[in-house]
């Protein structure tokens, strides 16, 4: 019940963000001041095409009111840094957009600290640029830069269609770090957070250190950076339908939240210039984050280098639906080292072709953590750990109804050391280590496993008829509703096992799972 509470709370959210502006009585409407920076004057007003202003510093200059918009002309390049002052309020947010016709502007901070940066303010929505911020050497730097100390709860931040690349940050993270879009909060005498953010449908390519990156010194844990000894999560946050590529650590971490939604964002390629540990998609210091229908692939280390992490000080994480794909750490990280790991959940998940890992933990405790109803395919070539465990640590994790699949050379085991992890009901193809009554150890006759590009193509992973995976698997209570394709779960009952939970397909004659 609490996790279907949750999941409903996350779609209202996501509803929420779907429309910016909560209906309300109209409010007066502000002033338009645009920006040409080919053809503008700083001498002009500013309030018409015919008068725009010419530089980002006359901007920056200027102290915007509620319900002001700022418009960039198409088509042109602006040098330096974008940072406006002012603040919106309800229902009058300060916005930035473009006009003209042709390309998006072109904000290119030339190796500033920030390309697009926003400090101690709140109500701004910033759409359609692209952002760049780039030198002859790398530096500490970022694309868009959000940033709160000492101020109070700040309202509203809407990031939406900006495309953001060539960002040759260093490799640094936390409150001083470097990356594509960043959101921190510093100081320890006024208690501060974010209150509804909304990163929505962003491309963000070519960065360093990270793709999308929160931090705030008022944490639980100090892991990011340290504590100032209240921990204050940022409620309403929603990152959806952003595109990241090649990014150099890692790619989405939405640190100290509560109730985060993180759906239907693509993420190829991360850790291609760190030289320290990341992941694909990871919250930490946060309660009841939510991530579905993400896609990961590309990770280029074994630090870490997991598609998806569930990090210490995090207190019921929700993973599902989501795709990992040809990831050179692996599939999953339950991490914990000192801080707590408490009411995860992992399910209806698949992986395809993750080296390495596909379950590894940290040296740290794991409260409790329930991974079910996940279906991993090893093919040929690939070796995987399927569960790692690094130390005697005791650890309480239920790992059950999955599917695990290896096909041709290479290997796939399991790794237990600390007597914690309780398997169950699981199919275990050609996997070895496992424990007694961990499961059977039959061909699950995946429909067309290997097969899938992307999350939208997995279809192979469907069962085929006479699957011994078909209505065997353990029933779990609130299981969720659907799988990885939308079908129902039964409530009651003995499910598949596995990410499908379908009626079988019919698949012709021979094996089918056995790779190619």
Request: charged share 15%.
């Amino acid at each position: 019940m609490r996790v279907r509470s949750l999941l409903l709370a996350g779609a209202l959210c996501g509803s929420l963000f779907g429309v910016v502006l909560p209906a309300g009585p109209a409010a007066a409407a502000g002033r338009t001041y645009y920006l040409d920076c080919a053809g503008g004057s700083d001498t002009g007003a500013g309030t018409s095409p015919r008068t725009a202003w010419k530089s980002l510093d006359k901007v920056d200059a200027t102290v915007f009111a509620p319900g002001d918009r700022i418009l960039l002309n198409r088509g042109t390049t602006c040098a330096g840094t974008l940072a406006p002052q002012g603040s919106g309020a309800a229902r009058r947010p300060i916005t930035v957009n473009t006009y003209g016709t042709g390309a998006d502007p072109l904000v290119a901070g030339d190796g500033a600290a920030a390309a697009v940066r926003l400090h101690n303010q709140q109500w701004w929505e910033i759409r359609n640029l692209e952002i760049t911020n780039k030198a002859a050497t790398q530096g500490n730097r970022r694309g868009v830069s959000v940033e709160l100390s000492d101020y109070g709860t700040a309202h509203h931040i809407v990031l939406e269609n900006l495309n953001i690349h060539d960002v040759n940050g260093d490799d640094t993270k936390g409150l001083s770090g470097s990356g594509g879009i960043y959101f921190t909060v510093s100081g320890t005498t006024t208690p501060s957070s974010f209150d509804t953010v909304a990163i929505r449908n962003n491309t963000i390519r070519t960065v360093d250190r990270e793709g999308v990156f929160f931090v705030s010194s008022w944490n639980r844990s100090g892991f990011e950076g340290p504590s100032a000894g209240t921990f204050i999560p940022w409620p309403n946050v929603t990152i959806s339908g952003n595109h990241l590529s090649d990014i150099g650590g890692d790619g989405i971490v939405p640190g100290n939240t509560t109730g985060a939604l993180i759906d239907h964002n693509t993420l190829t390629g991360f850790h291609k210039r760190s030289s320290g540990y990341n992941a694909g998609m990871w919250p930490y210091d946060s309660d009841n984050a939510v991530f579905q229908y993400n896609d990961t692939s590309g990770g280029t280390t074994t630090l870490d280098g997991m598609a998806y992490d569930i990090d210490q000080g995090t207190v019921g994480t929700v993973f599902q639906y989501n795709y990992s794909h040809d990831n050179a750490g692996g599939f999953f990280l339950l991490c914990n080292a000192t801080g707590i790991l408490r009411t995860a959940v992992v399910r209806y998940n698949i992986s395809q072709n993750d080296s390495y890992r596909g379950f590894e933990n940290c040296s740290g405790t794991i409260e409790s953590a329930d991974v079910y109803n996940n279906t991993i395919y090893i093919g040929p070539g690939v070796s995987q750990s399927v569960i790692q465990e690094n130390n005697t640590t005791l650890r309480n994790v239920t790992f059950r109804n999955n599917t695990v699949v290896k096909t041709g050379s290479g290997s796939a085991s399991v790794n237990l050391h600390g007597g914690g992890y309780s398997l169950d009901h699981n199919d275990l193809w050609n996997v070895t280590g496992a424990p007694a009554g961990a499961g059977i150890t039959t061909d699950p006759l995946l429909q067309a496993p290997g097969t899938a590009a992307d999350r939208a193509h997995a279809t192979g992973y469907r069962l085929c008829s006479g699957s011994p995976a078909l209505k065997t698997g353990a029933a779990i209570t609130g299981n969720g509703g659907r799988d990885y394709y939308g079908n129902t779960v039964p409530a009651t009952g003995a499910p598949n096992i596995g990410a499908y939970a379908g009626r079988a397909v019919s698949c012709g004659t021979g094996p089918v799972s056995s790779g190619s």
